[in-house]
C-alpha cells in the first residue's frame, strides 16, 4: 500500500510542478491538480493537507536531493557550493 501512496504524492507533486510552469501559485487549485496528476481530491488530501503543505513537502524533497549530492562530492570548494546551491 505504501509503494501506492508513494506513486500518488509522486503524480500531485508532478502535476503540481507542471502547473506551475505556466501558471501563478494563487491560480492553482487542488482541483487544477488533481485533474492533471488523474487523482481524486480524497487521494491529494489523503496524502496532503493543502497546497501549502504540498509545496513545503517539494521544497524538502528538492533540499534533501541537494544535500545527497552535495555528500558525494569529494574535496569541494566554496565556489562549487555556491554554484550549485544557487
Keep these: 500500500m505504501e509503494e501506492k501512496e508513494n506513486l500518488t504524492r509522486g503524480y500531485i507533486y508532478d502535476a503540481f510542478k507542471h502547473l506551475l510552469k505556466n501558471n501563478s501559485y494563487d ?3 487542488v482541483c487544477d491538480i488533481t485533474d492533471k496528476a488523474g487523482v481524486s481530491r480524497m487521494s491529494f488530501y489523503r496524502n496532503f493537507k493543502s497546497k501549502d503543505e504540498l509545496t513545503y513537502k517539494g521544497i524538502s524533497l528538492i533540499f534533501e536531493h ?15 557550493i555556491t554554484k550549485e546551491l544557487f
Design 27 to 29: 491560480n492553482i487549485s
Design 66 to 80: 541537494m544535500q545527497e549530492r552535495m555528500k558525494k562530492l569529494e574535496n569541494i570548494s566554496t565556489y562549487s
